[in-house]
């Protein structure tokens, strides 16, 4: 099992460049999740889908930020226009929604984004 | 605003000694979980233990959950310099949303 994989590992951009994130959960999960971790707010939860479909969005910043899932085993995570305060580490998490881990959270090694 | 906090935010001990980890949280929850994350990597889940009980083992991890007063411990026993990391406790709150609420995280240094 190869666990979550995430790509690119590092992204340094310049502010106003468009940021796409890219996540394969583990095969068979039916939950995916994007978290954003940085010193100062901690780790956020941005999104989270069960079975490809958005349930709750809230955590978005703001219409900059844009996840999709098109299939079962790949989503993005798009930033556009990027801005220097977009900097930190994002994480993809996948989780089965059934069996005696369903409520267990699988983290990817995440993207670190620099946006100078 | 973050359902976990962790307390110490920071702990340093030797090699053989004890860790204690404390988490608190706001509101009623069917779980709670502690992940740990070494530098530059994922979280990765530990234990995981529910409303209805009062404490789990697992290896050299004990888990105590007093739901009374929304609180939950982390032991490490016979710690070892591996077990260098942040230690975050992750909350599943009720109504249960799959969302899991996680804490400010504790940054333990164990020294050889």
């Known amino acids: 099992d190869a666990g979550v994989i995430q790509s690119p590992r590092h992204e340094v951009t310049e502010m106003g460049q468009e940021v796409t994130l890219r996540c394969k959960p583990i095969s068979g999960h039916n939950s995916l999740f994007w978290y954003r971790q940085t010193m100062m707010r901690g780790l956020e939860l941005l999104i989270y889908?069960?079975?490809?479909?958005?349930?709750?969005d809230s955590g978005m910043p703001e219409d900059r930020f844009s996840a999709k899932m098109p299939n079962a085993s790949f989503s993005t995570l798009k930033i556009q226009p990027s801005e220097p305060r977009d900097s930190a580490v994002y994480f993809c998490a996948s989780s089965p929604l059934t069996g005696e881990l369903q409520e267990t959270q699988y983290f990817g090694p995440g993207t670190r984004l620099l946006v100078l | 605003s973050q359902q976990g906090e962790e307390d110490p935010q920071a702990l340093s001990i030797q090699e053989g000694e004890n860790a204690t980890m404390n988490c608190s949280y706001k509101t009623s929850i069917n779980n709670l979980q502690w992940y740990r994350q070494n530098s530059g990597r994922g979280l990765v889940h530990l234990i995981l233990i529910r409303s209805n009980e009062r404490e789990k083992h697992s290896g050299r991890l004990r888990v105590t959950l007093d739901t009374s007063k929304k609180s939950s411990s982390l032991l490490i026993t016979a710690s070892r310099a591996a077990d260098t990391a942040s230690y975050f406790c992750?909350?599943?709150?009720?109504?249960?949303?799959?969302?899991?609420?996680f804490g400010t995280g504790t940054r333990l240094q164990v020294f050889p």
């Open positions: 992750a909350t599943d709150p009720v109504p249960n949303t799959d969302k899991l609420i």
């Open positions: 889908f069960n079975n490809n479909v958005p349930i709750d």
